[in-house]
């Protein structure tokens, strides 16, 4: 059987961990991860889409009014979209921050009723979620040696390596989130997400999911750096 | 400690070593000469007396190791867990921090630390980058080296484990063997002489290790020099030297020919009373036209029809992404199939609060569920869930437990276990609430031969005293041929006898 990129195994394989992702617990699986392609976007230089990123991040700060957060909101998809990324990577990579707006508007809501609360909701978690989204396009359209490069011209080297690294892990602590969180219902722990709603499961939230994540955590960092140092990352610093 | 370059000099002192091994594998002196793989070595390698204590352990974790490695050997070590396999290749790579040490690890000049490269056991974790140019390119670019000479580096290395033609791709879109491949690829970009592999084999299926040992075989040609630790020697046998057995740190057996690393138990006799398939009774599992297909529209399962009885042993085989992990997800409710019908005890809705007690799901890595700060609390967890009164849950705590063996361990913290031991806490963890039905999903990852014997003779055990039926999904024959009484082969998205 062949084991290329095009042969039966690999389309299998794919097919498979993407579907792995399919779940209630969310599915931020491929979120921010780097997506080869050529658009302009891409071509771009990672200093200038740094200095691009930045500029939306700090109109989406300023912008309070209904009509200047609907114009960023189309700058920020035409931003998005023509770095030629899919309509599923925007899912992946907004759900997380669709989230936060809930829940933003809905403490808002309680606190100030809705009529007072709704709009700073809407407005405070809108404007959340504008200042993060032109960092999701340049972590997807930016090489990870790129993000490096740029990220040493602010930071030291290493703090940058520790931050970029970070990013390469999303994908696989969203795996084990999951899995543990599939594993403990199955043992009876409440950690559905309607059951989150009532404050008394928030133990087991912790315990029985949080822990074990915090251990393998743990357990990969020092995996991680044990790899960075044998190829010789600590001898250059 | 005693870590220093092995200089030129020392030549002479590293084939008389060699010549005593040469003695130790019973070759002759005219026989010694005349033998290719001693005549040509030069000593790459040479441990005098080593001893290595990590810090805070009580027991020392390599005792007294002396090894003499040629340069272009291949040497293969094995040995039960935890007997210092991963710690001996720390050392050579000299990566023990802390802890005490005391005896010489030398390496030829030509060699030198820089020219050591390792490649751990857990692919995932060791692939620090987003994509697998940037991931080769890792190495290299921390020797400082000039531009085109990482290009050509990641050119080379990628195109020695085939994976030409990869070099924008995510990591994360890489297959387990991939990775693996991707792995190995990172640590030939830096040009090291001589490799050091910690269980390369341990997440691979059979097409997956044959790929490997060709890609080890084509190093060797080259010249390098290789020392892989593992549990399955098989797949090495025609490429290692000489095979080498660590027990308890130390080295207690060398031969040149594929040795039997640990006794094998007697094969799993089944009771006379013959508990298979009986299709008279109400099946616990029972899959029906099971249809499911991936984002791409590209199928999963192309209609699966099985039934599964109380009190089976069922060994579903499979090659890395053939499904076998999302059909033990379909069987618990997790992942909801396209098409077909999913009947579990008689459950047509499985939610894991209707299966709770009644279908118990040991994932891979299954440490990972460990939380509680006893044992004792972690297997009773379930129990307490399920509302039972504390001296049934002490009973059945006490019953689990001293069927995973585990019953001297209750007291212990569950996060200061052994792999091991780990294993069979969780096991007893998902076993104590007595569920019809056991899904086990790569349930031997990491464990040696003797705890995977222990392992099946556990749930061997489990469906004679309690008749629950068990499910297991692997991408490798079963230690023990016997135990399953039914295997099933998942092959293109099709479940069917073997």
Known sequence: MKTGPTGPCYWRVENLKQFEFKGKLGSIGNAFQYRANTSPIHRLGAGWKLLLCGLLAALAIAAREPWALATLVGANLVFYFSARLRLSDFWRDIRIFLFQMVIITGLYVIKYGAEEGLWPGIRTGS??????????????????????????????????????????????????FHE?????????????????????????????????????????????????????????? | MGYKHFEPADYLQSMRLSIIWGEKLGVKDEDHWSCPTLMTIKAALEITDYCYRYPDAEKTSLSDVSLSMGAGEC?????????????????????LKGGEASGTIRLAG??????????????????????VKDEVAFGPENQRRTAKDIEMAVRES????????????NVEQLSAGEKQRLAIASVLSMSPGFLLLDEPTAQLDVPGKERLVQILRGLKDKGHTLLIADHDLKPFSALADRFLIIESGRISRACDKLPLP????????????????????????????????????????????????RGTLVHVLGQNGAGKSTLLRCIAGQIRPDGGRIHVSGIRKLKPDALLGKMSFLFQNPERQLFEETVTAEVA?????????????????????????????????????SFGEQHRVALASVIAPSPDILLLDEPFAGLD????????????????????MVLMASHENLPDENWADRTLLLEGGKLEAV
């Open chain 1, 127 to 176: 404007q959340i979620f504008l200042m993060f989204l032109p960092g999701t396009v340049f972590l997807r359209t930016t090489k990870g040696s790129q993000i490096m490069r740029s990220l040493k011209r602010i930071m030291s080297e290493r703090l940058s390596f520790i931050l970029f690294t970070s990013f390469r892990f999303i994908p696989f602590f969203a795996r084990e």
């Open chain 1, 180 to 237: 543990i969180a599939m594993a403990q219902r199955l043992r009876g722990a409440n950690i559905a997400p309607r059951r989150l709603w009532n404050p008394v499961h928030w133990k087991d939230l912790f315990n029985c999911l949080m822990i074990p994540l915090m251990v393998r955590a743990l357990k990969t960092a020092k995996e991680a750096a044990l790899s960075a140092e044998a190829r010789g990352f600590g001898e250059r610093n």
């Open chain 2, 75 to 95: 040497i293969c070590l094995s040995g039960p867990s935890g007997s210092g396999k991963s710690t001996l290749l720390l050392a050579v790579k000299d990566l």
């Open chain 2, 110 to 131: 030509s060699v030198g630390n820089q020219g050591v490269g390792i490649v751990f056991q857990n692919a995932e974790t060791q692939l620090l980058c987003t994509t």
């Open chain 2, 158 to 169: 990628l195109n020695l484990v085939g994976l030409s033609g990869f070099e924008t791709r």
């Open chain 2, 262 to 309: 640990f006794p094998t138990p007697a094969p799993y006799q089944p009771p006379q009373e013959n508990h298979t398939a009986d299709p008279s009774g109400d099946a616990l599992i029972h899959l029906k036209d099971l249809y499911l297909s991936g984002t791409n529209g590209h199928p999963v399962f192309g209609g699966i029809n099985v039934e599964f009885y």
């Open chain 2, 381 to 417: 967890f379930s129990l307490k869930r399920l509302g039972l009164p504390s001296q049934l849950i002490h009973t059945r705590v006490m019953e689990a437990l001293s069927l995973c063996e585990a019953d001297h361990l209750r007291n212990r913290s569950p996060l200061t276990l």
């Open chain 2, 449 to 468: 031969f003797p705890q995977r014997h222990r392992i099946l003779r556990i749930l061997a055990r489990l469906r004679e005293e309690r008749t629950t």
